[in-house]
């Protein structure tokens, strides 16, 4: 009878352990929503030709044109939607129209606000290329950046800057003034509000401020005056990586589109994944690999009005295009 009463006590303590467990694999691990985007094509091989890329590491879109960052080829190249090339701007340097290290692009008010890794500034030109005006400086003060690596514009002007190396973000009037900034300079962070290299900055149609916060592998979510609403991405947000729903290995790009939906660059895990405005989870899709719909690394994204998403594809120098899973 005692041998009974134990095997008993041992198989009941079993079977709890298994739904603790997962209850706790349904807690940070959740199931999709949504089917998963569809692969339309891509364009692009390396080099530095026009239409091929050395590093591409940004893009965005305006009506029917995409603007990718061609970062080691010091350019901007402006494609139509099926990746028709239609023109190129800028050079490796750091003058005026020269680029050094072009990363994370937006599009605002008929502008183009370039985040230049190595020149330490925003650089903003008109849609043809001339170059307007240069925002911020090399260093750590107010209004300075060190490794910028992507920018967003508010509806009011106002720009968010993920200041990589300074781990922090910055918001800042049109004109460059400071105005606050949200993380300690230099100084990594597990918490709210703290940062682990954060390279890009998206904002929703409502003003809600999404950071990919890159190596902490995950994103912060803030209001339009800098206050901390949510975290997400593994569990507790908290710098646990993973190749699971949810989870991230290292967040390179940010992307909203008009329904307020939020889409993620999973660097190491060489996918999109796709979120609500709220972080909950909707879909992935994308896998490692050199064929159709595959990444060798994904690393920024932007989104069209009409529902397609751009990808670049970092390792194998290619934009990808995808639009929603057809009903």
């Given at each position: 009878?005692?041998?009974?009463?134990a095997?008993?006590l041992?198989?009941?303590?079993?079977?709890i352990?298994l739904?603790?467990?997962?209850?706790?694999?349904?807690?940070f691990?959740?199931?999709?929503?949504e089917p998963p985007?569809?692969?339309v094509?891509?364009?692009?091989?390396?080099?530095?030709?026009?239409?091929?890329f050395?590093d591409?590491t940004?893009?965005?879109?305006?009506?029917?044109?995409?603007?990718v960052?061609?970062?080691?080829n010091?350019?901007i190249?402006?494609?139509d939607?099926?990746?028709?090339?239609?023109?190129?701007?800028g050079?490796?340097?750091?003058?005026?129209?020269?680029?050094?290290?072009?990363?994370?692009?937006?599009?605002?008010?008929g502008?183009?606000?370039?985040?230049?890794y190595?020149?330490?500034?925003?650089?903003?030109?008109?849609?043809?290329?001339?170059?307007?005006?240069?925002?911020?400086?090399?260093?750590?003060?107010?209004g300075?950046f060190?490794?910028p690596?992507?920018?967003?514009v508010?509806?009011?002007?106002?720009?968010?800057?993920?200041?990589v190396?300074?781990?922090r973000?910055?918001?800042?009037?049109a004109?460059g003034?400071?105005?606050?900034?949200?993380?300690?300079t230099?100084?990594?962070?597990?918490?709210?509000?703290?940062?682990?290299?954060?390279?890009?900055?998206?904002?929703?149609?409502?003003?809600?401020?999404?950071?990919?916060?890159?190596?902490?592998?995950?994103i912060q979510q803030?209001?339009?005056?800098?206050?901390?609403?949510?975290k997400w991405?593994?569990?507790f947000a908290?710098?646990?990586?993973g190749p699971?729903?949810?989870w991230f290995?290292t967040?390179?790009g940010?992307?909203?589109?008009r329904q307020?939906?939020?889409f993620?660059?999973?660097?190491y895990?060489?996918?999109i994944?796709?979120?609500s405005?709220?972080?909950?989870?909707?879909t992935?899709f994308?896998?490692?690999?050199?064929?159709p719909?595959?990444?060798?690394?994904?690393?920024?994204?932007?989104a069209?009005?009409?529902?397609?998403?751009?990808?670049?594809?970092?390792?194998n120098s290619?934009?990808?295009?995808?639009?929603?899973?057809?009903?």
């Amino acid at each position: 009878m005692q041998r009974a009463a134990a095997l008993k006590l041992g198989r009941n303590a079993v079977i709890i352990l298994l739904l603790v467990g997962l209850s706790g694999w349904l807690a940070f691990v959740p199931s999709a929503e949504e089917p998963p985007y569809e692969f339309v094509g891509a364009w692009g091989e390396p080099g530095s030709a026009p239409g091929q890329f050395n590093d591409p590491t940004g893009i965005a879109v305006a009506g029917d044109e995409v603007f990718v960052a061609d970062a080691r080829n010091g350019r901007i190249q402006v494609f139509d939607f099926d990746g028709g090339f239609k023109r190129q701007f800028g050079s490796p340097g750091s003058g005026a129209g020269q680029l050094g290290r072009p990363m994370n692009l937006t599009l605002h008010a008929g502008e183009l606000y370039v985040a230049e890794y190595l020149n330490d500034r925003i650089q903003v030109f008109g849609p043809d290329g001339t170059s307007r005006r240069i925002i911020g400086r090399p260093g750590s003060g107010p209004g300075e950046f060190d490794s910028p690596g992507g920018v967003a514009v508010a509806a009011d002007g106002k720009l968010w800057v993920a200041d990589v190396y300074n781990q922090r973000i910055q918001q800042l009037e049109a004109d460059g003034r400071f105005v606050r900034q949200k993380g300690a300079t230099g100084k990594i962070g597990i918490g709210a509000a703290e940062f682990n290299y954060p390279t890009a900055v998206a904002i929703g149609p409502e003003g809600a401020v999404y950071v990919a916060d890159g190596y902490n592998d995950r994103i912060q979510q803030f209001d339009g005056q800098g206050v901390f609403m949510r975290k997400w991405g593994g569990p507790f947000a908290a710098n646990i990586f993973g190749p699971f729903n949810g989870w991230f290995a290292t967040v390179t790009g940010v992307a909203v589109d008009r329904q307020g939906n939020l889409f993620a660059a999973d660097f190491y895990n060489h996918r999109i994944q796709k979120f609500s405005a709220d972080g909950r989870f909707l879909t992935r899709f994308g896998s490692k690999g050199h064929g159709p719909g595959q990444f060798e690394h994904a690393i920024a994204l932007a989104a069209a009005d009409d529902g397609t998403l751009f990808a670049v594809d970092f390792g194998n120098s290619r934009i990808h295009r995808w639009r929603p899973a057809r009903p």
